[in-house]
């Protein structure tokens, strides 16, 4: 299976601490995406880092890759109480070409006001 | 500019039951894929339509189907429901190129809860 695992399964943290999540998959990939999960609620797309990428910044989001470790992290910088929610990397195959995408089970992230 | 949209939101079948869940992907969309997530879990791969046609599938069962309408709107039909189905079903689209890549994030709807009885 390609299917991502991310580590820690849940973080707990204080608003203004940076939170980082880990993320490590098993095949080659054409690119790693991370997606945020309010509570029971629909995926929303955070960040985008290619294969040939090494690292990326979005706002407060810092993505880094290394394929050589097929491993990926996402750093929440400063967070808000507004950050809680769950995180999931996806990979896409390398040979795929319509995007199917393979979820880990999620970082659960709980920030305290 | 409507996002992806779900229908119903919640649904209670019982086994054995069939089941239709709806998704109108986001404007300018032209590709749709369905997810299963259990709780707890992260979304598992079911298939994806393109071109009204099914061009992937994951590891799900016959009795999952579905269905891309011109418009680009698509269906999921769950046949002979067990208790395992229960779970929450994301619809996701994106825009694929000229060669059928994914050009685009997947935006995802809000998902449809189903709890089979």
């Known amino acids: 299976s390609q299917q991502g695992e991310e580590d820690p399964q849940a973080l707990s943290i204080q608003e203004g601490e940076n939170a980082t999540m880990n993320c490590s998959y098993k095949t080659s990939i054409n690119n790693l995406q991370w997606y945020r999960q309010n509570s029971g609620r629909g995926l929303v797309h955070l960040i985008l880092i290619r294969s040939n990428e090494r690292e990326k910044h979005s706002g407060r989001l810092r993505v880094t890759l290394d394929t050589s470790k097929k491993s990926s992290s996402l750093l929440i910088t400063a967070s808000r109480a507004a950050d809680t929610a769950s995180y999931f990397c996806a990979t896409g195959d390398r040979g795929s070409t319509l995007g199917r995408l393979y979820f880990g089970r999620g970082t659960q992230l709980t920030v305290w006001p | 500019d409507a996002g992806v949209t779900q229908s119903p939101t919640h649904l209670i079948k019982t086994r054995g039951q069939q089941v239709t869940l709806r998704c109108s992907p986001k404007s300018g969309h032209d590709t749709v894929s369905w997810y299963q997530q259990a709780l707890g879990q992260g979304p598992q791969f079911i298939f994806q339509y393109y071109e009204e046609e099914e061009r992937q599938r994951g590891n799900f069962p016959d009795r999952f189907s579905g269905h891309q309408f011109p418009n680009y709107s698509s269906e999921l039909n769950v046949n002979a429901l067990l208790l395992g189905d229960s779970a929450l079903y994301l619809c996701?689209?994106?825009?694929?190129?000229?060669?059928?890549?994914?050009?685009?994030?997947?935006?995802f709807g809000n998902g449809t809860r189903l709890t089979v009885t």
């Open positions: 996701a689209s994106s825009l694929a190129n000229l060669q059928g890549s994914q050009r685009s994030p997947l935006h």
